[in-house]
């Protein structure tokens, strides 16, 4: 089984659109399909699916009010079966540790070909961890400033994720990272080859271990939102910056226009690849659901899954001034280099005020949603 998680470092990228049609795709082509639907406490994608009154989803399960098997949903849609997210259940954004650890062992016993996980927006430790589960996770991306900056943040991170798990607490490495977890500075000064190189001065053994894991690590990016063939050279910048900071080699899966169908469908409630499979949207889905089906599939070799641990490498609030300090040294350069325009300049002001509305509101929902779940007699 090909698990084939899909992330993105900026919410609104068509990440959904994406895993949806996709998996339908990969169907049609007689692969055996689960989709699910990890996006927890914004769980749409159902919608995206056209299917409507689902009783059953992966909140149900992990309160255990229902088992595994019983939330998983034959679809119309040849040789995919759904597994539904859950966003009325308050606290399922941020899975506790053994939460995890049982989803993911119930997951990797399915009986599939394709294993398609639509992951939520952002850089939190689950989304990376669930992330982490397959060498070749996919990125969404669009050719805006903001997403393009967050599309790198997410891979910076996911890499410090995979460094940090390799080094138990009390190892010379994990020492190292406790040591750097409170120096957000000088963390953003290093980058992946001297940071190796200092390690494996502490720590051989345990680097060695990660190398070998790293060496595995083959992410791939789809530029999706464009509306013009130079666009598609943001996605040059991100892999190139990929390249020189993180030694990642990133695979660039393909390019989606952005077209006005998409919008129809949803509204119509059907993929777009049902709706109109001669679409730009549909077409370049089908090329990319080929190159997933005839590129070899890479796995962590020798590794069976490990359940996740509480130990991580930045507590919530350094993530947040990381994530920041990482964005804003990647726009140095940027500016520096002379690749933004004013124009841009003003797109990321507009987009920084645009995004702040919506965590208010989003914040304001979540807020209303826990009182009402107070009052149901749910324990928060």
């Given at each position: 089984m090909q698990i084939i998680p899909i992330a993105s470092g900026k919410g609104g990228v068509g990440k959904s659109l994406i895993a949806a049609n996709l998996a339908i795709a990969l169907g049609q082509a007689?692969?055996?399909?689960?989709?699910?639907?990890?996006?927890?406490?914004?769980?749409?994608?159902?919608?995206?699916?056209?299917?409507?009154?689902?009783k059953n989803g992966i909140g149900t399960f992990l309160t255990k009010a229902a088992e595994f098997k019983d939330i998983i949903i034959e679809t119309e849609y040849e040789n995919v079966r759904f597994i539904p997210g859950d966003s009325?259940?308050?606290?399922?954004?941020?899975?506790?540790?053994?939460?995890?650890?049982?989803?993911?062992?119930?997951?990797?016993?399915l009986e599939a070909d394709f294993l398609v996980l639509d992951l939520g927006a952002g850089t939190h430790l689950g989304i990376l961890d669930f992330f982490l589960l397959s060498p070749q996770g996919i990125i969404?991306?669009?050719?805006?400033?903001?997403?393009?900056?967050?599309?790198?943040?997410?891979?910076?991170?996911?890499?410090?994720?995979?460094?940090?798990?390799?080094?138990?607490?009390?190892?010379?490495?994990?020492?190292?990272?406790?040591?750097?977890?409170?120096?957000?500075p000088g963390m953003q000064r290093l980058y992946i080859p001297s940071i190796t190189?200092?390690?494996?001065?502490?720590?051989?053994?345990?680097?060695?271990k990660f190398l070998n894991k790293f060496s595995h690590f083959k992410p791939r990016i789809i530029m999706n939102m464009m509306d013009d063939p130079k666009d598609a050279e943001k996605a040059m910048k991100i892999r190139r910056s990929a390249k020189q900071y993180l030694n990642i080699d990133l695979e660039h899966l393909g390019v989606i226009y952005t077209d006005?169908?998409?919008?129809?469908?949803?509204?119509?409630?059907?993929?777009?690849?049902?709706?109109?499979p001669q679409s730009m949207i549909s077409q370049a889905i089908y090329r990319i659901a080929d190159k997933l089906i005839q590129s070899e599939a890479e796995n962590y070799s020798g590794e069976d899954f490990q359940e996740f641990s509480d130990y991580s490498f930045m507590s919530a609030e350094a993530e947040a001034e990381t994530d920041f300090k990482s964005?804003?040294?990647?726009l140095d350069d940027l500016i520096g280099g002379e690749v933004l325009s004013s124009g841009e300049m003003s797109e990321i002001i507009k987009s920084q005020q645009f995004e702040i509305n919506v965590l208010r509101n989003e914040n304001l929902l979540l807020k209303t949603k826990i009182a009402k779940a107070l009052k149901q007699g749910f324990k928060v």
């Open positions: 007689g692969k055996r399909v689960v989709l699910a639907d990890l996006d927890l406490g914004a769980s749409n994608l159902h919608l995206v699916l056209g299917i409507q009154g689902r009325e259940i308050p606290g399922f954004a941020a899975l506790k540790i053994y939460q995890r650890n049982s989803l993911v062992k119930e997951l990797l016993k969404i991306t669009s050719p805006s400033v903001t997403s393009t900056l967050d599309a790198y943040v997410f891979l910076k991170n996911i890499v410090f994720r995979m460094m940090c798990s390799s080094f138990p607490a009390k190892s010379k490495g994990g020492i190292f990272f406790e040591k750097l977890k409170n120096d957000v190189q200092e390690l494996m001065s502490l720590d051989p053994e345990n680097t060695n006005a169908v998409q919008d129809k469908a949803l509204s119509s409630r059907l993929p777009v690849i049902r709706y109109k964005k804003m040294e990647y």
